[in-house]
T-cell receptor
Framework: EAQVTQNPRYLITVTGKKLTVTCSQN?????MSWYRQDPGLGLRQIYYSMNVEVTDKGDVPEGYKVSRKEKRNFPLILESPSPNQTSLYFCASSLSEADLNTGELFFGEGSRLTVL | AQSVTQLGSHVSVSEGALVLLRCNYSSSVPPYLFWYVQYPNQGLQLLLK??????LVKGINGFEAEFKKSETSFHLTKPSAHMSDAAEYFC????????????FGRGTSLIVHP
């Protein structure tokens, strides 16, 4: 089954404790992206990747890191989480950048992160 | 630069009533427009899209949207609401010939009363 898989789905952590949210897709997609969803603010893009070893900042990259060493994986790293990073995070992928215009953006089920 | 405005963070309707979710966009070039739906505890999924073909676009679950260039709008409608339509709906825009990365609106929560 074609899917985008995120782990963990739920996580409660404390300020400053490094964590990684993994994202994996099995569709051989070139484009991958991370979003955070907050009430009243909708979806905001954190980082995106057009292909392996190519990453770029989105609208709200501060406090996050990403890497794209393999095509299928795009982990989101919070080196020193803070309470303002409490949010619902989504990973998404598309076959290529050009395919974004066809609306073929596939989302994972989300990872709810709470930072105390 | 592209942007999307969704009017109303919450819309409440009775089961069987018309659903109307509003979306206005701003784009310096012809846009591509999308509606996504997010059911509780799930990721977003594509509902329908406008990519410069027919201006009236039909999507899944009986939803449709009409692209009106003169009004810069792409409102989502459904003639008769079902309880199962209760969800968060996001409008998104990307620009043909520019960055393909879509910009999302803030979302509208659809509440359906029995």
């Amino acid at each position: 089954e074609a899917q985008v898989t995120q782990n963990p789905r739920y996580l409660i952590t404390v300020t400053g404790k490094k964590l990684t949210v993994t994202c994996s897709q099995n569709m051989n997609h070139e484009y991958m992206s991370w979003y955070r969803q907050d009430p009243g603010l909708g979806l905001r893009q954190i980082y995106y990747s057009m292909n392996v070893e190519v990453t770029d900042k989105g609208d709200v990259p501060e406090g996050y890191k990403v890497s794209r060493k393999e095509k299928r994986n795009f982990p989101l790293i919070l080196e020193s989480p803070s309470p303002n990073q409490t949010s619902l995070y989504f990973c998404a992928s598309s076959l290529s950048e050009a395919d974004l215009n066809t609306g073929e953006l596939f989302f994972g089920e989300g990872s709810r992160l709470t930072v105390l | 630069a592209q942007s999307v405005t969704q009017l109303g963070s919450h819309v409440s309707v009775s089961e069987g009533a018309l659903v109307l979710l509003r979306c206005n966009y701003s784009s310096s070039v012809p846009p591509y427009l999308f509606w996504y739906v997010q059911y509780p505890n799930q990721g977003l999924q594509l509902l329908l899209k406008y990519t410069s073909a027919a201006t009236l676009v039909k999507g899944i679950n009986g939803f449709e949207a009409e692209f009106k260039k003169s009004e810069t709008s792409f409102h989502l409608t459904k003639p008769s609401a079902h309880m199962s339509d209760a969800a968060e709906y996001f409008c998104a825009v990307s620009e043909s010939g520019g960055s393909y990365i879509p910009t999302f609106g803030r979302g509208t929560s659809l509440i359906v009363h029995p």
